[in-house]
């Protein structure tokens, strides 16, 4: 396995390999990584010949007020994990900015949207450092995780809109025994918000019941999870809604639900914030 620090060498090595032929295909992440990210690194690899890993903690996704400093760094486990799923290259830059950079790709009206409007700026920073990334990397493929819905979302819209030459997988997300999304960020959580937070999964497995059971009301399809939620409450719900996945517009709770749609929940554990998600429907198709 090759642990390339410059944006030269990973594009030279990605050039390398697919001179020889070969289907690159890539998973971005910040590191710190878990069964969630090993599970995208196994999606890569059943549809690539080589699979390449970024670790990089971009810090022109984070607010001032974020946690950037304390976001989880875990280097060695982080490569033995990479040996493990049999990744051929890891790309951990120091940077990938100079610093009189000033270009950003940006999504208008998409990158204020529930996650985009509690974290101004977090999606221009997302879609700047992945457009970059696609560069650099010069992948036939990348996969990202449906963990991050609206991340994933704001993916697909760019390499539609600017005709990159990548194709995009959405995984899965993959969970902890009681039905916790696994994130980076869970290790933060005391014992107590541990239990408590199982309440999201089970929140969105209410609504999702409701939906399975023919339910085509967004007011009602949400009534049946917030009922669950109110049982073991969060310390505070940024949001719990439903978001059409085409014009990520927030559903109107008195329309009728046609299409699919995500179902999407944030809520915050003392200074953590947990995001999780259901889809309705065929949404990654
Ligand atoms: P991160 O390192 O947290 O920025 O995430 C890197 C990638 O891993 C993103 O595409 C995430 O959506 C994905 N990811 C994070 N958590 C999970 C999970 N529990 N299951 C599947 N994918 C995940």
């Keep these: 396995m090759e642990i390339l620090r410059t944006a030269g060498e990973f594009r030279a090595w990605s050039r390398k390999t697919r001179l020889a032929g070969q289907r690159h295909g890539f998973v971005p992440t910040m590191g710190a990584l878990h069964e969630g990210h090993a599970s995208l690194l196994r999606e890569a690899k059943r549809r690539a010949d080589v699979v390449s890993l970024s670790i990089y903690v971009?810090?022109?996704?984070?607010?001032?007020?974020?946690?950037?400093?304390?976001?989880?760094?875990?280097?060695e486990a982080d490569v033995a994990t990479a040996e493990r799923e049999g990744v051929d290259a890891i790309f951990a830059p120091q940077t990938l900015y100079t610093p009189d950079s000033i270009t950003q790709v940006?999504?208008?009206?998409?990158?204020?949207v529930l996650e985009g409007e509690i974290r101004p700026g977090h999606?221009?920073?997302?879609?700047?450092?992945?457009?970059?990334?696609?560069?650099?990397?010069?992948?036939?493929?990348?996969?990202?995780?449906?963990?991050?819905?609206?991340?994933?979302?704001?993916?697909?819209?760019?390499?539609?809109?600017?005709?990159?030459p990548v194709d995009l997988v959405v995984a899965p997300t993959i969970r902890e025994e009681d039905g916790l999304a696994m994130s980076s960020r869970n290790r933060y959580l005391s014992s107590e918000d541990r239990s408590r937070s199982v309440v999201l999964s089970r929140a969105l497995g209410a609504s999702v019941d409701a939906w399975k059971g023919g339910e085509t009301s967004p007011e009602k399809i949400l009534a049946a999870g917030w009922r669950v939620l109110g049982g073991t409450p969060p310390d505070?719900?940024?949001?719990?809604?439903?978001?059409?996945?085409?014009?990520?517009?927030?559903?109107?709770?008195?329309?009728?639900?046609?299409?699919?749609?995500?179902?999407?929940?944030?809520?915050?554990?003392?200074?953590?914030?947990?995001?999780?998600?259901a889809v309705l429907g065929n949404v990654w198709a």
């Design 123 to 164: 999606f221009d920073g997302v879609a700047t450092v992945v457009a970059k990334l696609f560069h650099i990397a010069e992948c036939d493929l990348a996969v990202f995780g449906q963990k991050d819905a609206q991340q994933a979302l704001l993916v697909r819209r760019m390499i539609r809109d600017l005709d990159l």
């Design 106 to 112: 940006v999504l208008p009206g998409w990158n204020a």
């Design 236 to 277: 505070s719900v940024d949001y719990f809604t439903l978001l059409d996945p085409d014009s990520l517009a927030v559903l109107d709770a008195r329309a009728t639900l046609e299409g699919p749609a995500i179902l999407v929940v944030a809520a915050r554990y003392g200074s953590t914030r947990l995001l999780d998600n």
């Design 58 to 75: 971009n810090p022109t996704q984070f607010g001032p007020s974020e946690d950037f400093q304390k976001y989880p760094r875990t280097w």
